[in-house]
RNA sequence: GGAGAGGUUCCCGAGUGGUCAAAGGGGGCAGACUGUAAAUCUGUUAGCUCAGCUUUCGAAGGUCCGAAUCCUUCUCUCUCCA
């Protein structure tokens, strides 16, 4: 087996292949340049986003050659696959603002930069509006749409779902789309391989078959698990909704929390597909005690999608949280004027103002559930009224629960 | 175009004139137990100036002392027919 796909089967990324052996084959012959798509609908990727990607930094690293593609285009459709409902349309300036941010996202994980480590892929990125947006329709239908066969489409596992549900026939468009940008890759930049969650798969292969029956190419498909968290969660969303990428919606603290928190059964298996390290390295880490285990994960997620440094904070601040020491600096905080501690701010109004509660009533709740403390001290007035003289070190350390913490920073 | 069904609080889903801020489940939050894990049990889950008040049941009007529940118009979704 090629090394670069041994290393996605060992770090267990993949689920499907159109033909892995030939596939294989043609890996070892030379650099093979593949493609991977996401569509911008939203602001940030999230990390549920990423298993491709990770997979692309591999492939990379051994030598072949990625394409990330920007759905730009597509984003205008929306997929159906493994949805229930109809995307909401997208406005175009919202779609090319996304796609601003996506760029820079990818960039942690994947080396887009001109001259690339000797021994490493060369990656570039498209945007699949360039040959999309200005398409004509007769003609696309004449020559793409006639290889398609409804009857066919109808029976891809993907479509089952909707069928029950409603597909609108702007969705069951997307298929040919998808297809399309494979052929186009093919023919203007060489892609022989196209990458993808396995919810991906009946468009990946619909593309493969387009580019067999115009040009008689041999394309390939591979694609990853979709990773679902041991409790059955989606991988990605937390409580309050996705961990995204982008630092000012989910917070480095926060997203190294999430990693330190993931379920026991979790950890090695997140340490193969989210980080870098080596299977040799992750070997060891399964022996040791899990829970700092999870806490090595935790760091090296953070670092690989923030950096060192916030990665660094956010573990210090964790520190700081939940044992003794460590700067606290990384944690969530607020800043409060001196003047308006001492005149004081009433609990329920302080907690509300912070993450740790939405509204006052929420803040009233969760003082009456018992859950709310105050410098470690469990907060048991609703009247109490916060002032200076709670002041310690220079901040106020709140607490919501066993391991929500927000700092409150006088300044 | 015709016929029918339906849009309920974060989600699913009850509710057909007052006892409805709305059953039940899921999810979330909190408490107990723990290892910042899982499982389990308990409480809680619209907002606020919180034993009171305000805004919610697709939208806008109307009937009534009183509507999520009745009437009118509009709108969206689904199913069947052409």
């Keep these: ?91 175009q300036e919202q779609i090319m603002d996304n796609s601003k941010h996506i760029k820079e996202q990818l960039s942690s994980v994947v080396d887009f930069s001109e001259n690339p480590k000797p021994g490493m892929g060369k990656a570039q990125m498209k945007f699949n509006g360039d040959w999309l947006l200005n398409l004509n329709y007769i003609e696309f239908l004449r020559d793409i749409g006639s290889q398609f066969s409804v009857n066919r489409m109808l029976t891809f596992e993907s479509y089952k779902q909707r069928l029950e549900r409603g597909l609108s026939f702007i969705e069951f468009n997307y298929q040919l789309l998808q297809s399309y940008d494979y052929l186009t890759l093919y023919r203007n930049c060489g892609a022989r391989l196209q990458i993808g969650g396995d919810d991906q798969w009946g468009n990946i292969v619909a593309g493969t078959d387009l580019i067999r029956r115009l040009d008689g190419g041999e394309c390939y498909g591979l694609t990853f698990h979709l990773i679902t968290r041991a409790d059955g969660k989606k991988m990605g969303k937390s409580e309050q909704g996705a961990v995204f990428i982008d ?39 399964e022996k040791v005690n899990i829970n700092e285990a999870k806490e090595k994960l935790a760091y090296e997620q953070t670092r690989i999608i923030h950096g060192e440094e916030e990665a660094s904070k956010a573990r210090d601040a964790a520190k700081a949280a939940f044992s003794t ?30 993450a740790l509660c939405k509204t006052k009533s929420e803040a009233r709740r969760l003082i009456t559930d018992g859950g709310a403390s105050l410098n470690g001290e469990k907060v048991q007035d ?30």
């Design 325 to 354: 020491g460590g700067d606290k600096s990384g944690m969530p905080s607020l800043e409060v004027s001196a003047d308006d501690l001492k005149k004081g701010i009433g609990v329920i109004d302080l907690f509300a103002s912070t």
């Design 1 to 91: 087996m090629n090394k670069a796909i041994q290393v996605l089967i060992d770090r267990g990324f993949v689920k499907a292949c159109t033909d892995i052996d030939a596939l294989s084959d043609l890996m070892d012959k030379e650099p093979v340049t593949f493609y991977l798509g996401t569509d911008p609908t939203g602001r940030s990727l999230h990390i549920g986003h990423m298993v491709p990607f990770f997979a692309m930094h591999h492939l990379q690293e051994n030598g072949h050659n990625p394409i990330a593609l920007v759905g730009n285009g597509t984003a205008m459709i929306g997929d159906p696959s493994g949805k229930t409902e109809l995307r909401k349309m997208l406005s």
């Design 247 to 285: 630092p000012e919606l989910y917070s480095p603290y926060d997203f190294y929390q999430y990693w330190r928190n993931v379920s026991d059964d979790d950890v090695i298996k997140f340490m193969k597909l989210f980080t870098f390290m080596s299977l040799d390295e992750i070997a060891d880490w």
């Design 382 to 411: 609703l009247e109490l009224v916060v002032d200076s003289s709670f002041v310690q070190d220079g901040d106020i350390i709140l607490r919501a629960g066993k391991k929500r913490f927000f700092r409150i920073v006088v300044k």
